[in-house]
C-alpha cells in the first residue's frame, strides 16, 4: 500500500490550498483517514481526522480547514482556507488500512510542504 500526497506549496496568508492523497495497493478498506502536520523543530501533530461517522480537527484549524474523503478513490482531501504563517508544515496524510480483510494498518504518504508567506 502507497500513499501519495499533492497540492502543497506557497502561498500568502489568508488564502487557500487543497490537500489531496490517494492510496493505491491491495486495499481491502479504509477505516480512519487523517491529515497530520510537522513544523521544524516541533512534534507531529494532527490536524483533522475523518472516521465513518465523525470527523476531528485541531482547534487551531477549526473554522478554516475541511478534511473529505472520497471512497471510491480511496482517498482523502484537506481543504485549508484563511491560511495563517504558522500553518507553515509538512503535511502528511495517514490511513489505517486493511490489506486482506484482516486487522488495519497505519499508512504514511511523503509529506507535501505549505508555506505561508508574503
Known amino acids: 500500500v502507497q500513499l501519495q500526497a499533492s497540492g502543497g506549496g506557497l502561498v500568502q496568508p489568508g488564502g487557500s490550498l487543497r490537500l489531496s492523497c490517494a492510496a493505491s495497493?491491495?486495499?481491502?478498506?479504509?477505516?480512519?483517514m487523517g491529515w497530520y502536520r510537522q513544523a521544524p523543530g516541533k512534534q507531529r501533530e494532527l490536524v483533522a481526522l475523518?472516521?465513518?461517522?465523525?470527523?476531528n480537527y485541531a482547534d487551531s484549524v477549526k473554522g478554516r480547514f475541511t478534511i473529505s474523503r472520497d471512497r471510491a478513490k480511496n482517498a482523502v482531501y484537506l481543504q485549508m482556507n484563511s491560511l495563517k504563517p504558522e500553518d507553515t508544515s509538512v503535511y502528511y496524510c495517514?490511513?489505517?488500512?486493511?490489506?486482506?480483510?484482516?486487522?488495519?494498518?497505519?499508512?504514511w504518504g511523503q509529506g507535501t510542504l505549505v508555506t505561508v508567506s508574503s
Open positions: 495497493g491491495s486495499i481491502f478498506s479504509i477505516n480512519i
Open positions: 495517514n490511513m489505517a488500512v486493511s490489506v486482506n480483510a484482516g486487522r488495519y494498518s497505519d499508512y
Open positions: 475523518t472516521r465513518t461517522v465523525s470527523t
